[in-house]
């Protein structure tokens, strides 16, 4: 099946410092890519919709100078928290849609677990 | 409202015991549907797409109900295994949109 590779799994960082998530489709081209941020025992939110070689869409209240998306190829995309703080820490996961699926599905990175000090 | 609502349990059964879980979603116009099995600090897993004829695999069986608006998951002769948090997926076609429930927790009692 789809693969899809998030790097790297764990994150601390010092408030302040910025950090960098990265997505890969390995075996398939992924024209958009979705990245979602999960608090403890709470459900996925989407945060964002990646769009190659244009901007990403951004859910309502996600900040978009904040969390800066990239998506210069049709294999990666990639999340940058800037100046992160503590409320950031959250788990971090990217997913793709494969095309040809058939009934759309989501095939999703291993996350990323972000802890901010 | 929200798009896909979900009881959050948490449900504690023992093994071997039968439970089912439920999701309801609020747009008419949603197309697919999934359920996805996610362990602690994991990435969800597809565990089945749920089909309007409702579907079975193995001991899990999915049933859609388009009327109604809601999906379930029956898990039979629970393993302990079978501990998790299940996600209720729901598609909108339309502009590719994915709604998650905010999931089911399951623990398995020995």
């Known amino acids: 099946g789809a693969v899809v590779s998030q790097h790297p799994s764990w994150v601390i960082c010092k408030s302040g410092t910025s950090v960098k998530i990265e997505c890969r489709s390995l075996d398939f081209q992924a024209t958009t890519m979705f990245w979602y941020r999960q608090f403890p025992k709470q459900s996925l939110m989407l945060m964002a919709t990646?769009?190659?070689?244009?901007?990403?869409?951004?859910e309502q209240g996600v900040e978009k100078d904040k969390f800066l998306i990239n998506h210069a190829s049709l294999t990666l995309s990639t999340l940058t928290v800037t100046s992160a703080h503590p409320e950031d820490s959250s788990f971090y996961i990217c997913?793709?849609?494969?095309?040809?699926?058939?009934?759309?599905?989501?095939?999703f990175g291993s996350g990323t677990q972000l802890s901010v000090l | 409202r929200k798009e896909v609502e979900q009881d959050p349990g948490p449900f504690n059964v023992p093994e071997g015991a039968t439970v089912a879980f439920n999701c309801t979603y609020s747009?008419?116009?949603?197309?697919?549907f999934f359920w996805y099995r996610q362990d602690c600090r994991k990435e969800p897993k597809l565990l089945m797409s749920v089909y309007s004829s409702g579907n079975e695999d193995g001991r899990f069986t999915a049933q859609l109900n388009r009327a109604s608006q809601y999906i379930s998951l029956l898990i039979r002769d629970s393993k302990l295994s079978d501990s998790a948090t299940y996600l209720c997926?729901?598609?909108?076609?339309?502009?590719?949109?994915?709604?998650f429930g905010t999931g089911t927790s399951l623990t398995v009692i020995p």
């Open positions: 997926v729901v598609n909108i076609n339309t502009g590719n949109q994915f709604y």
């Open positions: 997913s793709a849609d494969p095309p040809g699926q058939g009934a759309e599905k989501l095939f």
């Open positions: 747009n008419s116009a949603s197309q697919s």
């Open positions: 990646s769009n190659e070689g244009s901007k990403a869409t951004y």
